[in-house]
């Protein structure tokens, strides 16, 4: 933690006031060791490794921490649920009873005003309170479902069949939470032509309305540099 402390000190210091001036969305990074004010977190901890950083995170975040381990073999089992009801396997893989419990529990609380989510499996959990006054915004990072249908073409069937209907799927899923959150994030202006195009293919033809998406363009190592506003039109 303390060499990402460094990290994020270093981006701070990298930006100038011309660069603020210039760009109104970019801001100095803070360091991790801060307090985030009336800020929850809801994750799955997928390397054991990771346990450690949970008292950090706790001090962090003082509305509260709720982390759940993903088991990689019980998750596949329970993506096989998505095959009967016609959804997308990676949405109940990444479904824990517990950690829904949790986040019901604190979005019932209407002094919640603002909602992230980080990747589109999460939406399951937060998309049905993103109603009213509250604002949600979700990070795709990057177009999933397009990576399946890449990987059905490489494969020989069944695997080709299953990858083909996880891409369509998995897209049908996105563009709903898309549809149902206020700005929608990803890592490239490229990934977010990339949703566009989705977004239009097998779609009726109709009205096109126009959403407008931030796209983070993260410089690695320092990954809060540059921010930019794109539109992602759609039908």
């Known amino acids: 933690m303390n ?36 800020t929850s977190l809801a994750a799955f901890v997928d390397d054991a490794d990771d346990w450690q950083h949970a008292d950090v995170l706790r001090k962090m975040c003082t509305g509260g921490v709720e982390l759940q381990e993903l088991n990689p073999h019980m998750a596949k089992l329970r993506s096989l649920r998505g095959l009967v009801r016609g959804d997308a396997l990676t949405v109940p893989y990444y479904w824990n ?7 019901d529990s604190r979005l019932s609380d209407e002094r919640v005003s603002r909602v992230v989510v980080f990747s589109s499996a999460m939406a399951q959990y937060a998309i049905s309170h993103c109603r009213g ?11 999933d ?20 209907r996880e891409g369509r799927c998995l897209l049908e899923y996105d563009r709903a939470v898309a549809a149902q959150t206020h700005a929608s994030v990803f890592v490239s202006a490229a990934e977010a032509a990339l949703f566009a195009r989705c977004w239009h ?21 320092l990954r809060t540099i540059q921010t930019r506003m794109h539109r992602v039109n759609r039908c």
């Open 97 to 103: 009873s517990k950690l829904g419990e949790w986040v």
């Open 3 to 38: 060499d990402a402390g460094a990290a994020f000190s270093r981006a701070s210091d990298s930006l100038s006031a011309q660069q603020r001036r210039q760009n109104p969305f970019v801001q100095p990074a803070q360091a991790p060791c801060c307090t985030i004010p009336r």
């Open 133 to 143: 006054s509250r604002r949600c915004i979700i990070d795709f990072v990057d177009v």
């Open 201 to 221: 293919r097998n779609q009726p033809h109709g009205s096109v309305r126009s959403k407008m998406a931030w796209i983070q363009t993260f410089s690695t190592p």
């Open 145 to 164: 479902s397009d990576k399946w249908r890449q990987y059905a073409s490489s494969r020989r069937w069944p695997m080709s069949w299953l990858y083909a």
